[in-house]
């Protein structure tokens, strides 16, 4: 089963990269301005990670913002047809209240999970996933999508959390192996930022798409 959600992702991932790519790249080209004029967001130097908040700030605001675009571009796609940038936008603007605090309260509560040896957060997380689309979708409060993903993902949990693990750890390997990649053709810059930033929006799609399949196959048919 876990085979067939992971099979079903990047087909649908491979068959979809340029209505993706249009509403990934532009946020990455924001981030990656950004980042180019204030500083990179995180900086690792002799005294450990620094973090340029200005920067950081900005790549926090551009998630629900990437992410509702997303939302918008995937139901657009389930029905038959992908929507423009601008109406991917739209959707996203009318969303991104909603999903700023859904996103915020989700991130509250991994956070203090990771704090419990790790394992807690990514369960949390898996419990978790779905409640931005709850939130938007099915017109609910930050609060209830929360309760109402945790109650929906309580019978496949275990199959989730080995399903968004290996998605994640498939997105690493693949940013890893981009980064590598990049460098070593037009070494370091702001294009090779561009680039890697452009190949990193576009695949971390997949976690976004995994878990709209999730969301999709246990959405109550009222609903």
Known sequence: MIG???NETL?????NIPALLL????????????QAILGPAIMAGEEGLSITQSSAVILLLLHPLTAGAIMAQLTAIQSGRARSLGDCLLFSLRALPILLLTYMLLGLSVYFGLLLFFFPGVWLYARLCQAPFIAVLENRTPLQSLQQAFVRS????WQML???????MLIV????????????LIGTGTLSS????GITGLVTCLLNIIVFRYYGLLRPAAA
């Open 4 to 6: 067939q959600r992971l």
């Open 11 to 15: 087909r649908f991932w491979w068959q």
């Open 23 to 34: 509403v990934t790249l532009p946020f990455a080209l924001l981030g990656e301005t950004a």
């Open 154 to 157: 309580a019978s496949d949990q």
């Open 162 to 168: 080995a399903a968004i693990t290996l998605i994640f």
């Open 173 to 184: 390997v693949i940013v890893l192996f981009s980064a590598t990649l990049v460098t070593s």
């Open 194 to 197: 561009v680039i890697l930033g």
